[in-house]
């Protein structure tokens, strides 16, 4: 493996430190932090609003990203991508925006019993306020959803589907193409939650058919603070504005409000042009890099990592038996020792992990267990690292007195 880590400073500036926890946001390489420090150097100004030479600038830079988010994802149109603060904001926009419109007391939101509270929590919210139903599609033990099952609990009443591409628990790819034809023959919309999937696979939004796709900057090696959201087009023609407020609007009276066209009319306020800028510089550091050699790489250590831990016979992989239906995501439990100390044990050696329910406790609710060890991978990480993680994790049970 060529040595990636290279190109991302906070390992410099952490000697030592293995980090395991991508699937929580990942470290940014030196060209993404040289261009939004560029950016506030020589182009910092209000895009949209000013015709000086510094606005423009500034708008083109922001245009730019947006395109290269377009055609990152395989979107037809840059009216369909609209610029965020994170995946949350992403899914409760569309939740709010599209919900307010279409959903009412006799509708049924179907969503993952895998979700992210963030791709169920705004589902919750629009059930309460409009007396729909929530129901859960339930998956097995390893994870899977079939196609089978989300037929059977689809009604006539189903208005909305909502999965992620990939699970944050399982590391799981979900069929989403399949999933979008079968919601889209009942009449169901199909929102995707692309948080854990842009920065490990290739994402074609057309291809898959997806109603709505979200996901955030900071897990794709761009800045914290920004996140995408896209919609078809003719979705987001209907949808009002979720916030309201400056360069939104088209035309505002006393009275009354016209707003701006796609995507404006769902980017309230001062945007952040130095995120987007960030986000445009990671998708060409990520372009340079390419998918197959981030998918190479990734799957030969979420292997080793997997076939290790599988010789442990106190280490309970949660999800898949096989190692490539993880996708750089490894959630466990360890027989007798709390997921914290767990983490805690990794910490003293340096070895950054999550621990906890990870933002998916009906998840954890479903499979039995209060809550979870999680090691994710990105493309910097190496054989090292994770031979480092699995030298802890034989020691874990006896530091905490166990004698194995």
């Known amino acids: 493996?060529?040595?990636?880590?290279?190109?991302?400073?906070?390992?410099?500036?952490?000697?030592?430190?293995?980090?395991?926890?991508?699937?929580?946001?990942?470290?940014?390489?030196?060209?993404?932090?040289?261009?939004?420090?560029?950016?506030?150097?020589?182009?910092?100004?209000?895009?949209?609003?000013?015709?000086?030479?510094?606005?423009?600038?500034?708008?083109?830079?922001?245009?730019?990203?947006?395109?290269?988010?377009?055609?990152?994802?395989?979107?037809?149109?840059?009216?369909?991508?609209?610029?965020?603060r994170n995946a949350t904001e992403s899914l409760n926009l569309a939740a709010n925006s599209y919900g307010r419109e279409n959903i009412c007391g006799c509708s049924e939101i179907l969503v993952a019993i895998s979700e992210h509270h963030s791709d169920l929590l705004p589902y919750q919210n629009l059930a309460a306020q409009t007396g729909a139903k929530l129901r859960f599609l339930e998956c097995d033990e390893f994870g899977e959803y079939t196609a089978e099952a989300l037929q059977k609990a689809l009604t006539p009443h189903t208005a909305i589907f909502a999965i992620a591409q990939v699970s944050n628990i399982f590391g799981r790819v979900n069929p989403i193409k399949e999933f979008a034809g079968i919601c889209h023959k009942n009449g169901t919309i199909i929102i995707c939650d692309g948080a854990q999937s842009v920065p490990h696979v290739p994402v074609d939004v057309v291809d898959l058919d997806v109603d709505f796709f979200a996901f955030?900057?900071?897990?794709?090696?761009?800045?914290?603070?920004?996140?995408?959201?896209?919609?078809?087009?003719?979705?987001?023609?209907?949808?009002?504005p979720f916030l309201y407020g400056g360069e939104m609007i088209e035309y505002v009276t006393r009275e009354s409000a016209t707003f701006a066209e796609l995507p404006h009319k769902f980017e309230a306020g001062t945007v952040n042009a130095g995120g987007a800028v960030g986000l445009h510089a990671a998708i060409d550091y990520i372009d340079s890099i390419g998918f197959e050699t981030i998918i190479k790489r990734e799957e030969a250590l979420t292997e080793l990592a997997f076939t290790e831990m599988q010789n442990i016979p106190y280490i309970n992989i949660i999800g898949s038996k096989n190692a490539h239906e993880?996708?750089?995501?490894?959630?466990?439990?360890?027989?007798?020792?709390?997921?914290?100390?767990?983490?805690?044990?990794?910490?003293?050696?340096?070895?950054?992990?999550?621990?906890?329910h990870h933002c998916a406790q009906p998840l954890h609710q479903y499979l039995g267990v209060q809550s979870t060890a999680r090691m994710s991978i990105g493309l910097y990480n190496d054989e090292k690292d994770i031979e480092r993680f699995i030298e802890t994790l034989k020691t874990v049970r006896r530091r905490m007195g166990y004698e194995r």
């Open 216 to 240: 955030s900057g900071h897990k794709l090696y761009a800045p914290m603070g920004i996140g995408v959201l896209y919609g078809k087009r003719e979705l987001l023609e209907k949808m009002p």
């Open 1 to 84: 493996m060529t040595d990636i880590k290279k190109d991302f400073p906070i390992f410099g500036n952490n000697k030592g430190v293995v980090y395991l926890d991508s699937a929580a946001t990942a470290q940014k390489p030196k060209s993404v932090i040289d261009a939004v420090a560029k950016y506030y150097y020589e182009e910092n100004a209000n895009p949209l609003r000013g015709l000086y030479d510094l606005s423009v600038k500034a708008t083109e830079s922001y245009e730019n990203a947006r395109e290269a988010v377009r055609k990152f994802i395989g979107a037809k149109s840059t009216k369909e991508i609209v610029f965020t």
């Open 326 to 356: 993880h996708n750089g995501i490894i959630t466990f439990t360890i027989d007798g020792v709390h997921p914290h100390d767990i983490a805690a044990v990794f910490d003293a050696d340096s070895v950054a992990i999550r621990a906890g």
